[in-house]
């Protein structure tokens, strides 16, 4: 499992600097969601293909960031679909896969550490209503190392009951994930009392 891990490659997108890719990000994401024209969605998840060609990044990095998601765009197609019109339910699926789409191609083109400083730097004007930046960026990039983690914990659970012939059975597969989960949330705990990270400062 890659997801935010750094893919080197001398491509145009590669060559960007990471202020500018999340801009770009921030800027894409403000158009998604004030677009609700099932055209415009399709194009600009098509323009997101593009950008995916133009970092040339291996396809089988990104199918293993973008498999695991796949149930929770089938999910929200159906939710919306069923509680409100399918129409409505393709709009929310175009727009999440374009922004999932395009989040992917800017983690795996950029350092999580120019990632950090540029959000360190863009926070630091917040100091005086009491954001500290270090501490922002430092949960951020947890947050980035913590997301592939349990999703390969859900996929090695998953495998290993494949093995066993068991059932996919949700339940099942949570109860192990949530344990896991706690012993991680345990284990994190103790190296963050062990290096005195207390939020102070």
């Known amino acids: 499992m890659t997801f935010g891990i750094y893919i080197a490659r001398k491509s145009p997108i590669h060559a960007l600097s990471a202020s500018t890719k999340l801009l770009g990000l921030t800027i894409a994401s403000v158009l ?3 677009v609700s024209h099932l055209v415009a969605l399709g194009g600009m998840l098509l323009i997101g293909v593009g950008l995916l060609r133009l970092a040339s990044l291996p396809l089988q990095a990104v199918w293993q960031q973008l498999r695991p998601v796949m149930p929770l765009l089938l999910a929200i197609l159906l939710i919306q679909g069923l509680l409100d019109s399918w129409y409505t339910g393709w709009v929310a699926l175009l727009r999440f896969a374009s922004l999932i789409l395009l989040a992917t191609i800017v983690t795996l083109t950029t350092r999580v550490s120019d990632l950090i400083e540029v959000i360190e ?3 630091e004007p917040l100091q005086g209503f009491g954001v500290r ?5 430092f949960l951020l990039a947890l947050s980035i190392r913590l997301v592939p983690l349990l999703l390969q914990q859900f996929q090695e659970i998953q495998q290993a009951q494949q093995a066993r012939g068991l059932d996919r059975n949700g339940l099942a597969l949570l109860v192990p994930l949530l344990v ?9 705990s103790e190296a963050l009392d062990a290096r005195g990270f207390d939020g102070e400062g």
Do not use: E, N, W
Request: hydrophobic share 40%; no cysteine; charged share 30%.
């Open 133 to 137: 930046p270090k501490q922002v960026s």
């Open 32 to 34: 998604v969601f004030s």
């Open 121 to 123: 730097r863009g926070l």
């Open 180 to 188: 896991k989960t706690l012993r991680m949330a345990d284990d994190l």
